[in-house]
């Protein structure tokens, strides 16, 4: 994009948002550069680059990106000269950067969809027991067939792939049909453009341009709970696109009746197509889900090694939400890079020391013990007790397992409680139970349910 164009755009602009606001916000800025898909714009203060990038942010991604297609961010800086900090203030738009996927198409006059992660599509989606029926009925949507459930409401905790799935969808979407209208923003996005048009008086404007809409994806849907103006809008929006026989995928972080402060004829509308829930991780998926990030990791830093028993270990260790888990890989490379050594165990356990800490759970080893025992129906004094037949033997490797995993006690203090074994008899155990989770499919789901119980 040159200044010649940033100069229309900006006129393009003051025609949308009108003068007073084109004064405060658009014409303090300045096209500092475009380089790889970002183009960076000057502002004056901090505070002015994070209002512009929320407020304006997307509709100047829009305008610039039908000037300059191969535009993929914004992003506003303060100068370095111009800012008493040393760290700018950064504020970006993100519309993926990369050549593939294409962005969805937009027509002039419609709604712009909000920026759509280029990592977030069915590839790298890794499915499991916990996400495969939201998976299969994503990818039924994103096929782009006639409309058979509507709205789509996929819902779930925090960091569980409820976004991934919505940008999946968006982008198979275009490229599938790249004529359709696909619009994706948050709840609060949406809000806001609500909120926007009600002050500029431009709600004809809005209302027609969301539908003209052909998929219409709305994110975190809870957000407009208790807001009632921005509910009323939204149920309207919803049924005039349902009317039409428009796709609609919503995502909400619980079931739709259970979202509070959320309008009954709300909630009844969201709950007429399928609802479907993203369960909590587990074991087999984060493991999973870090051998494929592994796989682009060793794209990033050739040459470098990882340990056996490193992504089992964090797999094991951070149960909670994928972000994190993702969050701890992305250091772990990025430390052992700079370090230059081996993944080992021991790094890890360096590098991600708080990570751990706050993920440890409170597990006791008699808590262990207890749930062990009654899972496999044996007595605790068997348990911990001198016996050696199989009967009893097996469940005592599975505690001694879950023990090393889930606690952070020694070998041999476990050992002690149990019974007073010998460390070496606890990790020939632990041992044997890893051989026999992946060769028994049996013993895996046990140790998956034991664990998920001692979480709970
Ligand atoms: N099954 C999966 N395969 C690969 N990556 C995943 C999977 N599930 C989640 N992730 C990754 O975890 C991170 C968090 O996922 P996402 O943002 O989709 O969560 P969310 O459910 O929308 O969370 P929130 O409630 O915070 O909005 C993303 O980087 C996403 O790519």
């Not at 500029?200 to 341009?209: L, Q």
Request: hydrophobic share 40%.
């Amino acid at each position: 994009m040159t200044q010649e164009q940033w100069g229309q755009l900006k006129q393009d602009l003051l025609k949308s948002i009108g003068k007073s606001n084109y004064k405060s916000w658009i014409e303090p800025l300045e096209l500092s550069h475009v380089e790889e898909g970002v183009a960076t714009f000057a502002v004056p203060t901090s505070f002015v680059g994070n209002y512009v990038s929320q407020k304006y942010g997307d509709q100047i991604l829009y305008h610039a990106r039908s000037i300059s297609p191969e535009i993929r961010r914004v992003h506003f800086s303060v100068p370095a000269n111009q800012s008493a900090r040393p760290a700018m203030a950064r504020a970006t738009a993100d519309a993926g950067s990369g050549a593939q996927p294409a962005a969805p198409a937009q027509r002039e006059g419609s709604m712009p969809t909000a920026p759509l992660d280029r990592r977030f599509t069915f590839d790298t989606f890794v499915v499991g027991k916990p996400n495969e029926l939201a998976h299969a009925a994503a990818k039924r949507v994103a096929s782009g067939g006639p409309v058979t459930f509507n709205p789509l409401f996929l819902y779930g905790g925090v960091g569980l792939g409820k976004t991934h799935l919505m940008h999946a969808i968006a982008w198979e979407l275009s490229q599938r049909q790249p004529d359709l209208n696909v619009v994706y923003l948050s709840a609060e996005q949406f809000m806001y453009r609500f909120v926007s048009a009600l002050r500029e008086r431009k709600m004809m404007d809005f209302k027609s341009m969301f539908r003209s809409v052909d998929v219409l994806m709305v994110d975190d849907v809870q957000f407009i709970a208790g807001k009632d103006s921005t509910q009323e809008e939204f149920f309207h929006t919803f049924n005039a696109l349902v009317d039409g026989g428009k796709q609609i995928i919503i995502s909400g972080d619980r079931a739709p009746g259970e979202i509070e402060n959320l309008e009954e004829r709300i909630k009844s509308r969201l709950q007429c197509g399928l609802v479907v829930d993203l369960h909590p991780t587990n074991y087999e998926l984060r493991l999973g889900i870090l051998q494929s990030k592994v796989e682009y990791y060793r794209t990033q830093y050739p040459g470098l090694l990882l340990a056996d028993g490193v992504l089992e270990f964090l797999a094991m260790r951070i149960t909670k939400n994928v972000r994190v888990l993702e969050g701890a890989l992305t250091r772990l490379f990025a430390f052992a890079s700079l370090v230059g050594h081996e993944i080992t165990m021991e790094l890890t356990q360096d590098c991600l020391a708080d990570v751990l800490r706050s993920s440890e759970r409170q597990v006791t080893i008699e808590e262990i013990q207890r749930q062990v025992s009654d899972h496999y129906n044996i007595r605790l004094s068997d348990l911990i007790g001198p016996k050696r037949v199989r009967v009893f033997a097996r469940p005592r490797q599975v505690a001694m397992y879950l023990a090393k995993h889930m606690t952070s006690r020694s070998l041999p203090e476990i050992g002690r409680r149990f019974g007073g074994r010998d460390h070496t008899t606890v990790m020939h155990g632990v041992r044997r139970i890893d051989e026999l989770r992946v060769a028994d499919a049996q013993m895996a789901e046990d140790i998956d349910m034991l664990r998920r119980a001692l979480e709970a």
